[in-house]
Every structure is written in C-alpha cells, then in structure tokens.
C-alpha cells in the first residue's frame, strides 16, 4: 500500500488547525469573552437619550428644534473647526475629513466623499452629528446646534440658500446632489426601519 506523504500531512495540519480553533474558542467563550469588561461605567439613561435618534431619510425621528447657517457658523467655529478646518475641507493628521466639495468625484478613480458629494439624505447627516459629533464630545450638541451645523454646512457646500431654517419638516426636504448615486437593496426579507 502506498501512502501520499503530502496529502496525509496536509490533512494532518487541517485536523491540527480545526482542533487549535475548537480549543481556542472553547478557552475564549470560557474566559468570558463578550463581557463583562470590568472597565469603563454603565450608560445612564442621560447618556442614551443625548444619542438615542433615529432620523430616517423621510424625517421620521427628526427631534424638534431648528436652526440656520448663520447660527451654525458659531457652533461650527465653537465645535468643529479644529477637525474639520476653517474652509471644512478637514485637518490631516486630525481625523477630521472634508464636509464640502467633491461633487461628481464618487465613479472617478479619485472620490471625495463628503457631506456634498456623497451623503443622498439630509437628515442623516443630522443623524450622524447628533450621535458621532464633535468627536471628543459626542451627543454634546442640543438639537438647535446639530439643525444649525447642518444647515452651516449644507450651506457652504451651496445644497441650500443660506437664509433657510433647518427643521424637522425642512430638513428630510432637501435634495443632496448625490441622492440618485446608491443603488437599492431590493432585499424584501430586509427592512431598515418600519
């Protein structure tokens, strides 16, 4: 009888690697993976109510509250410039990425995904500041501050005339220059929201 020496090692490794993961995981799952983490603190019911939003792209879940571009060049200079510049096209070294610019850059070979160019609703970007922003301090901002940023920057990207106030009924209103840029999920068996 003869023996292929390769595919008996190499088998031999596979039952090695299946055998290591097993042991692993078993060792993991054993030592509590998935917390507790004994670090950090719980989330009061303040903590979760600054960031607890879900504004979908018809406006549904927008809080109440409004506020204009020139309100939102103050929070913008008080809360976001350091990150995200003087001329918000972002600071390297930052983090902090470019909010206006980039239209028609998303199919090039060198995209510029900004609030402009690539977000294809409006209350999202509100959704987005209200949970992730400023980065040291996120959820810090009142409703009135995230509407004003929004409308701040919606308005230097010029995707709205500088005078309109940004509310809950205005904001799902707004055309994004890039909202025919996605392409559907078709998925029936998935819903995103009711």
């Not at 088998?11 to 054993?30: E, M």
């Not at 019911?45 to 549904?60: H, S």
């Not at 510049?85 to 995904?113: C, H, N």
């Amino acid at each position: 009888m003869c023996i292929n020496t390769k595919k008996l090692s190499l088998r031999l490794r596979q039952t090695f690697l299946v055998s290591f993961v097993a042991l692993i995981s078993g060792s993991v799952f054993a030592a509590g993976y998935g917390g507790p983490y004994n670090f950090g603190s719980e989330a009061s019911a303040e903590d979760i109510a600054a960031i607890d939003i879900d504004a979908m792209p018809d406006g549904r879940g927008l809080p109440a509250g409004s506020g204009n571009h020139e309100q939102g060049k103050a929070v913008y200079e008080s809360s976001c410039i350091a990150c995200h510049g003087a001329d918000l096209q972002g600071v390297k070294g930052t983090g902090g990425a470019a909010l206006i610019g980039g239209r028609d850059t998303i199919a090039s070979g060198s995209p510029k995904k900004t609030v402009e160019s690539y977000w294809p609703y409006a209350s999202t970007v509100f959704d987005y500041v209200k949970r992730a922003m400023p980065f040291n301090a996120p959820g810090s901002l009142s409703d009135d501050e995230v509407y004003s940023v929004v409308a701040y920057i919606l308005g230097e990207g010029g995707v709205i005339d500088k005078s309109m106030m940004v509310d809950a009924s205005s904001l799902p209103a707004i055309e994004m220059p890039n909202k025919d840029g996605f392409i559907s999920d078709p998925r029936p068996d998935i819903f995103n929201f009711d």
